[in-house]
């Protein structure tokens, strides 16, 4: 009887996430219809939008080593001088690894690492693949990717 009800339990909190998350997407939609509706318009819910969006991404301030910066010019000049570092090639740390007891490749692993990969092997790979995935940013999911594989495989 205990089990029943745990089974019941679990079956109902999910039914609860599966009707939170349509509402959570309903009301989403919403916001979204009242920008596309009133949004183009020369309103004064447009610009309230506007200026909101430009409030969060103007940076008028930054805090440099311990100092609150806020005159624009030397904004503009920590920034610069930030990814001008980050950005800079530096020498490289050598590691030893060979104390550390990893185990060592063999020849014929070695090799297998710098072999081409085949097209079967490509296939078997994308065949594995959970189809509701989508492997990169253009919006295809694997689903399509293996529908048109004879298309593409080449």
């Known amino acids: 009887m205990q089990e ?10 999910a039914h609860l996430r599966l009707w939170l998350s349509r509402k959570e997407r309903y009301w989403k939609q919403m916001s979204r219809c009242k ?7 020369n309103t004064r819910y447009f610009h309230m939008i506007a200026t909101i969006r430009k409030r969060k991404l103007l940076m008028n301030r930054i805090v440099f080593q311990g100092q609150l ?6 904004i503009k000049k920590v920034i610069v001088n930030h990814f001008k570092q980050l950005y800079t090639a530096h020498d490289a740390v050598k590691i030893n690894l060979t104390n550390l007891g990893l185990p060592r490749l063999t ?5 297998d690492l710098i072999r081409e990969v085949t097209k079967e092997e490509i296939r078997e790979a994308l065949m594995s693949c959970n189809p509701t995935k989508a492997p990169g940013y253009d919006g295809f999911n694997i689903k399509c990717i293996k529908h048109v594989w004879s298309v593409i495989g080449d």
């Open 4 to 13: 029943m009800d745990w089974l019941r339990r679990e079956a109902l909190q």
């Open 69 to 74: 910066v806020t005159e624009v010019q030397l």
């Open 35 to 41: 920008i596309l509706k009133e949004g183009d318009r």
């Open 107 to 111: 020849s014929s692993q070695s090799e």
